[in-house]
């Protein structure tokens, strides 16, 4: 089973940009769709973004559409996420894990995998 990491966070003014990071371990990672969500403090988990296995297909929740941008290099076993414009309501932490199909904005988890420590952005002046 493939371990992943989270990285990149930190803090950033509105208007700045943050790459975050994916990190996995394993020999499998090039045959799942990978997905970001976020959770807001006092607020549930969201789905953010995903992207195929291939890394052709994305999307977007409709709040980063625009903004943020996936992409992955399988051959380092990384998923990326571009956040661009961003705003105190991107203040949340960010996860990574697999998606059972990247087919919408709107994706779950991967039930054999299990939410990591994430990694924390914050958007604030």
């Known amino acids: 089973q493939l371990q992943f990491v989270e990285s990149g966070g930190g803090l950033v003014q509105p208007g700045g940009s943050l790459r975050l990071s994916c990190a996995a371990s394993?020999?499998?990672?090039?045959?799942?769709?990978i997905g970001w969500w976020r959770q807001a403090p006092g607020k549930e988990r969201e789905t953010v973004s995903c992207?195929?296995?291939?890394?052709?297909?994305?999307h977007y929740v409709d709040s980063v559409k625009g903004r943020f941008t996936i992409s992955r290099v399988n051959a380092w076993n990384t998923v990326y996420l571009q956040m661009n414009n961003l705003k105190p309501e991107d203040t949340a932490v960010y996860y990574c894990?697999?998606?059972?199909?990247?087919?919408?904005?709107?994706?779950?988890?991967?039930?054999?995998?299990?939410w990591g420590r994430g990694t924390q952005v914050n958007v604030s002046s």
């Open positions: 992207i195929t296995s291939s890394g052709l297909i994305h």
């Open positions: 894990l697999p998606t059972d199909h990247c087919s919408g904005p709107f994706f779950r988890r991967y039930s054999l995998y299990y």
């Open positions: 394993g020999s499998t990672f090039d045959t799942y769709d």
